[in-house]
């Protein structure tokens, strides 16, 4: 009897066991990075909600990090203790550390059916261009951005300048700034921290000439186009006096345009939806003025996956991703945000059709995106933009010349790079 007992217990757990198998959720961990305005967060955490009902089967732990450097600390920091990531939002231009420290997997090893292909086809060419390294697609775009510069048409008009027409020539540019700046007010303003090699990647392509190679192991910082790039961008503090002198702070720059101290400014489209929000006066947004050609580099967030995940963690991650890069969301994300939505499909819905139409602000980055250049990245790339952000503002300080700024910072960036020519 007590035999029958056992072996009736023992039938029961292994039917239980088996049923909770069966029911066992897969569980992702997802980091992920604001560095624009805006309660951003209760946006990401709608879109898992719609996931979660959609996938009773997986339940995602979408986690906040801070900005793009505080996300890639923690996730590196989690995937070294063992604790379990399986994707995260990273910047773009971590692609080639990530590979590096042999921590992600090409999404090309994940993507089998022709539905998951076509899916990956679908994004923006210059989105993907940070993404792509030797041949295989490392990083799929989701908050992603051109710099644009947003102005300020009532101080236009104040001017008497066309608040229709923004300056379309760094000359223009100039000459337009110079009417707008009075006591207590800058006609243009630039951040030089926070991301200065970013922004001035946008002088440099205009100037005709980009940072890096495509292979991202060299670099051409010492360029006669570079360097007369960074001392254009000196010149407007010090010769046409329409920026402040020394560094402008990347986060308190979208306040300053908002409460009237600077009637331009360049700045992410990703703080697009903040401006709007915050701006009491009418606003306009324009692609960034050409010199020798028009140009922006993009930037912003790539989703990744970790080579840690198991297959099963792996194929739901790319279900999570295909999700939230599917045009409504993105047309969400890019509404909520002002951040590019990532596809041409994203643009092809009601609800951004109905939105360009009402604020057509919101498609100059989209358009822009056809001078795009990628992001600034090269293999070492922390160190190698470190040395790039320290020309910079050296530079735009007076510390150094232009010239002598970034020189050494070549003469650095060859040093890291040496490893990696080919």
Known sequence: MRRFFTATALAAGLLAATAASAFAKTELTMYYPISVGGPLTKVIDGMIEGFEKE???????????GNYDDTRVRV???????????????????????????????????????????????FYPALMANGRIEGKTWGVPFQRSTIVMYYNKDMFKEAGLDPEVPPKTWD??????KKLTKEGR???????????YWMFQCFAIQNGKELMSADGASVHFDDPAVIEALDFWKSLSVEQ???????????????????GQTAMMWHTTGNLTAVKKEAKF???VA????????????????FYLFKSASEVERKAALKLIRYMTAPERAAEWSIAT?????????????????YGKAFPQALVARDQLKVAIAEFSTWDTARVREALNNAIQAALTGTKTPAEALKEAQATADQLLKPFKH
């Not at 223009?172 to 700034?177: D, L, P």
């Not at 702070?249 to 345009?257: D, N, P, S």
């Open 55 to 65: 996938n009773p089967e997986i339940d995602v732990k979408a986690v906040y990090a």
């Open 76 to 122: 590196l920091s989690a995937l070294k203790s063992g604790q379990p990531a399986q994707l995260s939002v990273l910047f773009s231009i971590d692609a080639y550390d990530l590979i590096e420290q042999d921590l992600i997997v090409p999404f090309d090893d994940v993507v089998k059916s022709d539905a998951e292909k076509a899916w990956l086809n679908g």
């Open 172 to 177: 223009e540019m100039v000459a337009v700034g």
């Open 186 to 196: 800058y006609g243009l303003m630039v951040p030089s921290t926070g991301y200065p």
């Open 241 to 259: 006096k329409i920026s402040p002198t020394g560094l402008v702070e990347w986060g308190t720059l979208r306040q300053a345009f908002v409460q």
């Open 282 to 284: 009418d606003f306009g």
């Open 287 to 302: 692609e960034l003025p050409a010199h020798k050609r028009p140009g922006s580099p993009t930037g912003g967030g790539n």
């Open 338 to 354: 002002g951040y590019v939505g990532v596809s041409p499909a994203a643009y092809e819905t009601e609800q951004l059709k109905a």
